[in-house]
C-alpha cells in the first residue's frame, strides 16, 4: 500500500466513523427538560462535545487502519495493481 493510499483509506475511515460516532451520547432539549428557544430544534443536542468526539473518531479510525493495513500487507486482501504497460 502506497502513502497516498494509506492516506485516501484513513481519511475515508475517519469521516466514516465520524459519522457513526456523532449521535452517540447526545442529550436532547426535549430530554433534558430544558425549553426550545424560538427557531431551536427540540431534538437538537444541548451539548454536543464535539471535541471528545473528534478525539474518539480519531484513534478509533487509527486502529481501525491498523488492522486494515495489517489484512493488506498480510495478504487476506489482496490491492489491485496497476497494469505495468502503463506509460
Do not use: H
Request: aromatic share 12%; proline share 8%; hydrophobic share 50%.
Amino acid at each position: 500500500m502506497g502513502l497516498l493510499t494509506g492516506i485516501a483509506i484513513y481519511v475515508t475511515l475517519w469521516w466514516t466513523v465520524l459519522f457513526a460516532v456523532l449521535p452517540l451520547g447526545n442529550r436532547t432539549y426535549a430530554e433534558e427538560g430544558l425549553e426550545v428557544k424560538d427557531g431551536g430544534d427540540p431534538g437538537a443536542p444541548v451539548n454536543p462535545n464535539l471535541k471528545r468526539k473528534f478525539f474518539t473518531t480519531t484513534w478509533v479510525s487509527a486502529v481501525l487502519w491498523v488492522v486494515l493495513f495489517v489484512v493488506i500487507k498480510l495478504g487476506v486482501i489482496p490491492m489491485p495493481q496497476a497494469p505495468s504497460n502503463w506509460n
